[in-house]
């Protein structure tokens, strides 16, 4: 079931001397149930913008979208959604416990189960002991724990979250993270936008790359990471230099590093010509991998490239 279904979304601002800002341009995405979804995109691509279209919050130029399989605006489809935006306020002379008790009630969650549901979500964001301290004395951590915390008491089937792990220090982003996994496990999607591409490396199902308003990658962390043509060759010998001539002749790229032959090859039928002369030269082959660069390294790459053409 696509969760969200984004159909050619374009997304106009008018500035006050005429001029115009398009932060979405024909922008279509389908996200699904039961993942975790990561947008990603440089400041002023388009990410949060797109999430205030979906909630709106704002209204598109043109196009159309649907969460939860209704128009967006459907008040069913609004009930099923939880939302922790960025730099996200609350009146800091209330508790913990009294934000979570007042969206509680802004999303209608019953009377009757408004107080279990706290205690639940409260317990879920490790902020239990604090439930009874003013906002105005949380840390940016805290803030950002009591914030989850508040895009969960309505017990919705989509999270979107913008910037979750904010001012997170590396305990409490590891439980984060450790919750939305849950959250997935449960059958929930969780759509989230995050600067640190490292987070979304480890728990995102699939990602999204946006900018300039306009989509440029999407796939899993996988598909996007892995360089289809290098492969790094472990091996425990050195390459006999006349196999190197002929690797020469043949220019084919061969890099040389610690035991390491690194191959840049068109085709699988390549790969296994090397590995043959390696076994032929009786070079012993350790471990073959195909190269991947970190998300945050082809997310340079990709954003580097369309700032050229």
Known sequence: MQIIHADRITK??????????????DFSLDVHAGEIFGLLGPNGAGKTTFIKVLLEIVFP???????????????????????LPENHRYPDFLTGEQVLRYFGKLSGVDSAQLERRIDEVLDLVDMVK?????????????????????????NPRLVMLDEPTDGVDPIGRKQIRDLLVR??????????????????????DRVAIL?????????SVDELTTQQHVYSIGIAAPVPEAL????DATRLRVE???????????????????????RAQAVPITSIQQKRQSLEDMFIEVISGEEKA
Request: proline content about 1%; aromatic content about 6%.
């Open 61 to 83: 130029t043109s196009g159309t979208a649907s969460l939860l399989g209704r128009p967006i605006g459907d008040a069913a489809a609004k009930s099923g959604v939880g939302y």
């Open 211 to 219: 900018n300039k308003g306009k989509l440029v990658r999407l796939g």
């Open 244 to 247: 190197r001539m002929q690797w």
């Open 130 to 154: 604090w439930r009874k301290t003013k906002i105005r004395k949380y840390s940016k951590g805290m803030l950002q724990r009591i914030g989850l915390a508040q895009a969960l008491i309505n």
């Open 12 to 25: 106009v601002f008018e500035g006050k001397r005429k001029t115009a800002v398009t932060a979405l341009a």
């Open 183 to 204: 959250l997935r496990d449960e059958g929930r999607t969780v759509f989230l936008n995050s600067h640190l591409l490292s987070e979304v490396e480890l728990i995102c």
């Open 256 to 278: 040389f590093a610690d035991g390491m032959l690194q191959l840049y090859i068109d085709d699988v039928a390549a790969l296994n010509g090397v590995i043959d002369q390696l």
